[in-house]
């Protein structure tokens, strides 16, 4: 699976974006998805997760509310909707399929078994 990530740009507090990622390859639907974020001189984190379906997702405390992550199976694609932008959101975005066999998203980096190259998301105050 190779994931392409596109979306990103600078934009102001409290403005929208969406993210898209874009899979190829077979078995798409067969993969649980991850969105994560890097910041100048931070760790990766977990941003958001969805489950094969769709019906299942999962967010980090600071994102809840302001983010919604959606998947369409039919297009291969998964989506990250980033309301109410704030400049602490400034980072390299990452979309991730992880094609392990668990009960719930995982929120661990080292899971994921395929990434996308990366768009940068700048928010400014």
């Known amino acids: 699976v190779q994931l392409q990530a596109s979306g990103g740009g600078l934009v102001q507090a409290e403005d929208s974006l969406r993210l898209s990622c874009a899979a190829s390859g077979r078995d798409f639907s067969n993969y649980y998805m991850g969105w994560f974020r890097q910041a100048p001189g931070k760790q990766r984190e977990f941003v958001a997760g969805i489950d094969w379906s769709g019906d299942s997702t999962y967010y980090t405390g600071s994102v809840k509310g302001r983010f919604t992550i959606s998947r369409d199976n039919a297009k291969n694609t998964v989506y990250l909707q980033m309301n109410s932008l704030k400049p602490e959101d400034t980072a390299v975005y990452y979309c991730?399929?992880?094609?392990?066999?668990?009960?719930?998203?995982?929120?661990?980096?080292?899971?994921?078994?395929?990434w996308g190259q990366g768009t940068l998301v700048t928010v400014s105050s």
């Open positions: 991730a399929a992880d094609y392990g066999v668990r009960s719930v998203v995982s929120r661990d980096a080292r899971v994921y078994d395929y």
